[in-house]
């Protein structure tokens, strides 16, 4: 029996036991939840041999995943549902997204957990001064693919998972005086969802609310932006163009983005 077949059967195992009273779980039982736990802790930076634990226990998890309860399983959730994506390396971020799409599927327990997760990393950490720092602006593509990825799978699986991502999206947009840097990374990600059956029951969601954002921005100019100048402009301009010019074909006939719109929009194609 391969190494990871019995981390897998252990992990397997320590979850069944805590499924009771405390009082009455095994010691060791307790000792290697509280070890698994300590394991999916992704605050402190791991050492190889770490890091390959984390990812067989991921891995294991993911087999797993019907014996997870919330009840008595919440620290270890906890630190699931906390995790900044940006950080993990390539190997363990297949391996943890995998398990966040199983655990979307348990019926009638995570779905909105594992949505808000994955909404959550839209944006990557650390953004000061309305800028990505140059190691998330290397990695932002990727991200944003695999973020994609995952809420396509989600929603193939689960029926209920586009309403609940819509709604999810909603609470979740970006404010009128947020980061700059922030806003943008939501709305390329957010625009990313808009393709095939994802796109169809949410896509016109997602430009209204893109739409509302750039209402909020238009009307909160003042005379002092304005006079700026051109190289000043915000990110979220929008051009107002003669009613028999709509090159893009993107909204009212008249009203056409501006060039960082077009390029998001255009991204996909």
Not at 21 to 41: A, E, F, G, I, R
Not at 130 to 147: C, G, M, T, Y
Not at 155 to 169: E, F, G, H, K, M
Not at 174 to 198: H, I, Q, W, Y
Request: proline letters at 4%; hydrophobic letters at 40%; charged letters at 30%.
């Amino acid at each position: 029996m391969g190494a990871d077949s019995v981390a897998f059967r252990l992990v397997e195992h320590v979850l069944q036991s805590l499924r009771m009273d405390p009082l009455l779980v095994d010691p060791y039982d307790m000792d290697q939840y509280n070890k698994m736990v300590s394991t999916l802790d992704t605050s402190k930076k791991k050492t190889p041999d770490e890091e390959a634990l984390y990812v067989t226990t991921l891995k294991a998890l993911s087999e797993a995943v019907s014996k997870i309860d919330i009840t008595y399983h919440h620290l270890l959730l906890n630190n699931i549902f906390t995790v900044r994506i940006w950080y993990l390396q390539r190997d363990t971020l297949d391996a943890f997204l995998d398990l966040i799409t199983r655990l979307a599927a348990v019926a009638d327990q995570y779905l909105r957990e594992c949505l808000q997760m994955l909404v959550n990393n839209f944006t990557p950490p650390l953004v000061q001064r309305n800028e990505l720092p140059r190691w998330a602006v290397s990695r932002k593509k990727d991200i944003f693919f695999h973020l994609c990825e995952s809420l396509k799978t989600i929603s193939n699986t689960v029926p209920l998972a586009p309403r609940v991502l819509r709604d999810i999206i909603d609470r979740s947009m970006p404010k009128l005086f947020d980061n700059k840097a922030k806003m943008v990374s939501f709305v390329e990600c957010m625009l990313g969802l808009d393709t095939d059956r994802m796109g169809d029951l949410i896509g016109a969601t997602l430009l209204a609310k893109v739409v509302d954002l750039l209402t909020e921005l238009d009307v909160n100019i003042t005379w002092e932006d304005i006079i700026q100048g051109e190289h000043n402009k915000g990110i979220f301009e929008m051009e107002l163009e003669d009613l028999d010019e709509d090159e893009d074909g993107l909204g009212q006939a008249g009203t056409r983005l501006g060039p960082f719109w077009r390029k998001c929009m255009c991204r996909k194609a």
